[in-house]
C-alpha cells in the first residue's frame, strides 16, 4: 500500500486531521446564558479568587500543547514550522485516541531559545501540559530544562524520553528473553533521542553503554554537547575506540537512532550470539529486519509498523501525560519515567514473550490506562503532585 498517497489524500479531503468539537450543547436561550454571558462570570470569579479551580472549572485540566519549532522533524529534518504542522496534528489525534486527553499542534516561527520558551510560557495558562516536538539537539535540552524551572505543569520532550521509556520497555523483556545480564548495550546517535536512552538505560540499570556518533565511539577528549558531556564518565567502561563497527565487536545489543542502511551484515555477525538488534530510523532503519535476522540477530524491533516489535512512542506520551493530569503532578520526574517503562514492559507476560512479541502492539487498548496508573501512583509516592 502507498501509505503516502493515501495520507496525502486523507490530508488533503479533511484539512488537517484537527477540529473543535464543543462538549456542551448550545440549543436554548439556558444554554447560552449558562455557558457564555451571563453565567460565564461565576467560574471567571472563583478562578480569580482561587487560581487552583481553573483545574476544575476550565479545559486546563486535560489539555496538552504539543510545541515544535520544526528543526528536527521525523526524518525530514529542519522543515520548518507550517510543514510540522501535520505531525503535531498526528500527534494530538494520538492523545485524543489513546488516552482521551485533548492536546492542540502549537508550531513556533522562531528557532531562538530564548523567545521559544518565553511563548511556551506566556501560552501555559490554558494548558495543563507541554510535550515539546521535533526540537533540535542540542536546544532541545536547554529549551526543556528551562521550562522544567519555570512552569508548574509537566514538561515533557517526548522524542527524548518517549523514545527512551519505550527502548528500554522492550530492552527490559528482550533481555530477559536472551538471557543476558550486564550486557554491552551500544547506541548509534547521540543526539536528543540518543542520549535520553542511555541516560535511562544507565538510570534503571540495565547494561553498559557506548555511545557513538559521527565521530564514532564518544570519548572525553571529543567536541561533545552538554547532554553527552554530562553522561561520558559513565559511558564505555570497556575503553573502547574507533568507529560504529568497531563498538558493535562483542556487543549483546544495538540501538539505532541515526540514519538508515549505515549497519552491514558483517557489524552484526561480530556482535555476541543471541544479539538484539533495535533499527529504529524512520523510516528507512540502519540496517533492514530481515537482514539483520540473515546475519544472526536473535530479536529485531524497529519503530515501523510493518514489522514485529515495533518501538514507537505512542505506548508511553499518552498514558504518561493522562497519569500526570489525574495525579495532579507538576512535573515527570525520573520515577514516574522508571514506572512507565516497567508498566509498558510488564503487558508482555512470560507466556506471551517470544523473539516476535517484546512488546505490546501501540493499538492495544489497555496501555494508556495502564501507564497512567502507573504514573499516577509514581507521581504521588514521589511528592510531585499540586496540594
Known amino acids: 500500500m502507498d501509505y503516502n498517497q ?203 553503554v557506548i555511545l557513538v556518533d559521527k565521530q564514532g565511539i564518544l570519548t572525553a577528549d571529543m567536541d561533545l554537547t552538554s547532554g553527552q558531556r554530562g553522561l561520558i564518565d559513565k559511558l564505555n567502561k570497556e575503553g573502547k575506540t574507533g568507529s560504529l563497527k568497531d563498538a558493535l565487536v562483542g556487543a549483546d545489543v544495538f540501538i539505532g537512532v541515526s540514519a538508515g542502511h549505515i549497519v552491514s551484515k558483517e557489524m552484526i555477525a561480530s556482535m555476541n550470539e543471541k544479539a538484539i538488534v533495535f533499527p529504529m530510523a524512520n523510516p528507512v532503519p540502519e540496517i533492514e529486519p530481515e537482514d539483520a535476522k540473515e546475519a544472526g540477530a536473535y530479536i529485531v524491533g524497529t519503530g515501523r509498523s510493518d514489522h514485529p516489535n515495533q518501538i514507537n512512542n505512542v505506548l508511553a506520551f499518552p498514558g504518561i501525560f493522562k497519569g500526570a493530569l489525574k495525579a495532579g503532578a507538576t512535573c515527570i520526574n525520573d520515577a514516574m519515567k522508571e514506572a512507565a517503562v516497567y508498566a509498558i514492559s510488564s503487558m508482555i507476560t512470560e507466556d506471551m514473550l517470544d523473539s516476535e512479541h517484546i512488546i505490546v502492539s501501540a493499538l492495544d487498548p489497555r496501555v494508556a490506562d495502564i501507564v497512567a496508573q502507573a504514573v499516577a501512583d509514581a507521581a504521588k509516592e514521589s511528592g510531585v503532585v499540586r496540594e
Open 6 to 208: 493515501m495520507s496525502l489524500k486523507m490530508h488533503e479531503e479533511n484539512h488537517g486531521k484537527l477540529e473543535v468539537v464543543s462538549k456542551v450543547a448550545i440549543n436554548d436561550r439556558d444554554d447560552l446564558s449558562t455557558a457564555y454571558t451571563p453565567g460565564v462570570a461565576e467560574p471567571c470569579r472563583k478562578i480569580h479568587a482561587n487560581p487552583a479551580d481553573v483545574y476544575k472549572y476550565t479545559c486546563k485540566a486535560n489539555t496538552v500543547a504539543v510545541v515544535s519549532d520544526g528543526t528536527a522533524v521525523l526524518g525530514l529534518g529542519d522543515i520548518g514550522p507550517e510543514a510540522a504542522i501535520p505531525v503535531m496534528e498526528g500527534k494530538s489525534v494520538l492523545f485524543k485516541r489513546f488516552a482521551g486527553v485533548d492536546a492542540f499542534p502549537i508550531c513556533l516561527d522562531t528557532k531562538d531559545v530564548d523567545e521559544i520558551v518565553e511563548t511556551v510560557k506566556r501560552i501555559a495558562p490554558v494548558f495543563g501540559g507541554i510535550n515539546l516536538e521535533d526540537i533540535s539537539a542540542p536546544r532541545c535540552f536547554e529549551i526543556e530544562s528551562r521550562l522544567k524551572e519555570e512552569l508548574d505543569i509537566p514538561v515533557f520532550h517526548d522524542d527524548q524520553h518517549g523514545t527512551a521509556i519505550v527502548v528500554c520497555a522492550a530492552l527490559v523483556n528482550a533481555l530477559k528473553l536472551a538471557e543476558k545480564q550486564n550486557p554491552t548495550i551500544v547506541i548509534n546517535g547521540a543526539g536528543s533521542a540518543g542520549v535520553a536512552i542511555a541516560t535511562l538505560i544507565l538510570k534503571i540499570g540495565l547494561g553498559n
